[in-house]
């Protein structure tokens, strides 16, 4: 492995531990009135993680899994990746895995992948939830084990949405569109511009980077279903973009932290000309396991928080018994749930025999 390779990596792992190390929810405990309530915090047993592995290899999504499952403090953290046609698996993300603290990887892709965390092999342990990115496979299987064993998303093409206005450079603008589309040929990118002007001199800019882009094929395939959208002003930017709930948002703006105020429905937020998207993609303040197709109305990216438990705890006194207890059963009474009630009576009952 090239020596700055195996820095980069490091240094990533290192920014991604930082990072869902203050993402970790903590232990409370409240005490009122004889009541002494609280929510415990405690690691999945076991997590599966996809690590794609067919039109280009993702050490950084063996970061990007691993990182969080193990600082929530998961005992076992399995990688499934596809091995290349040899049945190597890229030295990459074998390195990425094993930096990052994974305890096995196993050299499995697709829906197979999938079922086997699922379910588990005679080699591959069953595991209490699968994460990461994948193809349309993956994410069926994804689909079809979703109860059986926890996901974090239904994961499609990857997503850009750019609100630009001058004078934000064309040529970057072009750059930006077109390495958010060499992810896949149905990757989605808009651009949201007040200026026309701003528009066309993007489109102007996408030719000569899509001619010279390395994944050409990919990338024309993409880049042709790409879109410009004309609005009157930064607030309608906001509205179209809380619309299309993009996986990330590059927000190039004269003021970006006031139009942050106006976002409410993105993956990943990019605020400013410097605050390229692969960032992001590579560990600075972000996880690039993201919402896609409109699901960042409701939901967010991979994070520390998905790979633990929270269960409530109560403890009820007896003098909390005796002043809560009659609002409980004639609550339960109410709904017909006699023998919910019961169970408090006899309690409240007992106390006062003691």
Known sequence: MPSELVVAIDRMIDRLRMLHERQLPGEWWVERDGVRSGEIVRPLGRAGC??????????STACMTVVPAKVAGVEQVVVCTPPHPDGTVSPAVLLAAERAEVDLVVKAGGAQAVAAMAYGTES????DRIVGPGNVYVTAAKREVAGDVGIDSLAGPSELVIVAEPPASPDVLAADLVAQAEHDPLAATTLVTTSEALAADVDVALEGEVARAA????????????????VDD????????????PEHLEVWVEDPRSFLGLVRNAGAVFLGPHS????????????HVLPTMGTARFTSGLRTSDFVTISPVVEVDAGALAALGPEIAAVARAEGLFGHARAVDLRIRGAQDA
């Open 50 to 59: 996809y690590v794609p592995g067919g039109r280009a290899t993702y050490p």
């Open 124 to 127: 591959v342990p069953a595991v």
């Open 215 to 230: 994944r050409h094929d990919v990338v024309a395939a993409s880049i042709g279903r790409a879109r410009a959208v004309l």
């Open 234 to 245: 930064i607030e309608s930017a906001a509205e179209v973009t809380n619309e299309l709930a």
């Open 276 to 287: 390229a998207v692969q960032f992001g993609d590579y560990g600075v303040g972000s996880n």
